[in-house]
């Protein structure tokens, strides 16, 4: 083993390939939870509103809690394949966004849980929650597909202020589709189209 200490340049173009490095291995599978956890949330959300029209049954609303369920299984499935294809080693970049989506995820799911006990605007709050993580998500991987479209899902959420009862899930499904599907769907293609080129 050498044990010649780096001069700066060489300190300085490791730390810059390591970075690189990161937010590459980042890039390659930042569209997974995206896609799975977008379809999976749009899903649930339809099965919801069309089942509360046709039955008026308030016990419809204990099927939001298969988002987790349904997005987890996709996670899983979805994963097993992108690691056979990547070798990826997770870094701190993945820690802080692990993070963030975990604690957006717990106030998201204490939110639920509360409107249950007393009436909350609950598809507003967590639309605004979701928009923020999708935000914050985009800045940090610097992908401005994410972060305006994060942003969009805030601004969009103040339809429900527009719409009353069980048609809000409709708006909830679109910014769904906005915030996290569609740009989901736009990293996917460019991965895809970087990989051929390769």
């Known amino acids: 083993m050498n044990n010649k200490q780096m001069n700066a340049s060489e300190s ?15 890039e390659r599978s930042a569209h997974r939870p995206f896609i799975v956890w977008g ?41 097993k394949k992108d690691n056979k294809h990547t070798g990826y080693v997770r870094t701190p970049i993945d820690r802080v966004l692990s993070h963030i989506w975990i604690v957006l995820s717990v106030v998201a799911f204490i939110t639920t849980l509360s409107s249950f006990i007393k009436p909350l605007p609950i598809l507003f709050i967590i639309s605004i ?7 914050m998500t985009g800045l940090i991987l610097q992908q401005k597909t ?27 499904a679109v910014i769904f589709f906005v915030m996290m599907v569609l740009p989901g769907h736009i990293l996917q293609y460019r991965q895809h189209k970087q990989r051929s080129n390769v």
């Open 12 to 26: 300085l173009d490791l730390i810059t390939r390591m970075i690189t490095d990161t937010r590459q291995n980042i």
């Open 39 to 79: 379809y999976a949330t749009i899903i649930v959300t339809l099965v919801v509103w069309y089942l509360y029209r046709t039955t008026q049954s308030e016990n419809c609303f204990f099927i939001w809690f298969a988002i987790p369920v349904l997005a987890g299984i996709g996670m899983i499935i979805t994963g």
């Open 129 to 135: 929650l979701m928009g923020a993580g999708s935000t």
């Open 146 to 172: 994410i972060s305006i479209a994060g942003f969009a899902g805030i601004v969009l959420s103040l339809l429900f202020l527009t719409v009353d009862g069980i048609n809000q899930c409709l708006i909830f």
